[in-house]
């Protein structure tokens, strides 16, 4: 084995030791204290994951241990979503310039929400178990250790590739599921930078910029979404207040989806990846 051959071996099993520990040491963090910053810790580490159990469900597709891993960092993903998306909102809603007794009346009934689910969220992240594992590519072939890579990015590529042809203007939902495609990706893609191109590193760096434009679209959707179910539980004089924001958030938002989508359907990051690999 050469000795590129060799680090690379060394590379992604001490990344994937580091990444396990880091999950579970959010995790712990997590359960004992919900709060945002710990909430977004725990998700970043479990997406930082993603892409290397991705990779060993390709060398090792009957890996129990492994499978149970996956659900795990699935399940917590989907567990804290709202949560997350709540938190999103209260940080929002605390830097609104401005309205006065509407914001203190959002933020106390945002408050009270997050509360709730972050009890929820909780009891149930006491039940979801990471076992470290181990990721055997020692016992592997250096090739088919980067068979498995070069196909999971491609997988992934296509993936991302199909949603964004299948982008439409009146659908946020696809929007979306475009951004999570880009979102891990680009998660990948930093897992890979050990083996990275020039271009495929370029390649990384638009992903991040398009990734931080989408998070930023998603948080205006879900900002005026919350204002809008929220003016229902309002007195008469902030209910129109809040409708009224909602509905300038709302008009913000869609701009952004437009603009967004014009520009997936112009640039297609993915032409670049499909080069970068090499076909």
């Known amino acids: 084995m050469s000795s590129s051959d060799t680090d690379l071996m060394m590379a992604l099993c001490g990344s994937h030791r580091e990444r396990v520990r880091a999950l579970r040491d959010a995790l712990d963090h997590c359960r004992g204290n919900n709060g945002e910053p710990a909430v977004h810790a725990l998700r970043l580490a479990a ?12 060398l090792s597709p009957g890996d129990e241990k492994a499978r149970r891993l996956r659900k795990a960092v699935r399940r917590i993903i989907d567990l804290t979503n709202d949560l997350r998306d709540l938190q999103t909102h209260v940080l929002r809603l605390a830097a609104m310039p401005g309205k006065g007794e509407l914001r ?5 009934m945002a408050a009270k929400e997050e509360a709730r689910q972050r009890r929820r969220v ?3 992240l006491e039940r979801i178990v990471v076992k470290p594992g181990k990721f055997r590519c020692e016992a592997l072939r250096t090739k088919a250790v980067r068979a498995a890579m070069k196909a999971t990015c491609e997988a ?3 993936r991302m590739q199909r949603r964004i042809a299948r982008l439409d203007d009146q659908d946020p939902a696809g929007l979306h599921r475009v951004r999570v495609a880009v979102k891990r990706h680009r998660y990948l893609l930093v897992v890979l ?3 990275a191109a020039r271009e495929q590193r370029t390649l990384a760096a638009s ?20 204002l809008q179910a929220a003016a229902a539980s309002l007195a008469p004089r902030q209910r129109a207040r809040c409708v009224k924001l909602a509905r300038e958030e709302s008009t913000a938002a869609q701009a952004m989806q437009r603009r967004l989508i014009a520009q997936l359907r112009h640039e297609r990051p993915t032409r670049q990846s499909h080069r970068a690999h090499g076909h």
């Not at 993603?50 to 469900?57: A, G, S, V």
């Not at 992903?207 to 919350?226: P, S």
């Open 104 to 108: 203190r009346a959002l933020l106390d």
């Open 47 to 58: 997406r930082h994951l993603q892409p290397l159990l991705d990779i060993q469900k390709r």
């Open 156 to 158: 992934s590529r296509a």
């Open 207 to 226: 992903l991040e910029r398009m990734q931080h434009r989408l998070g930023d679209w998603h948080d205006a959707r879900m900002f005026a979404e919350r």
């Open 122 to 124: 909780g009891r149930k």
């Open 193 to 195: 930078d050990m083996q």
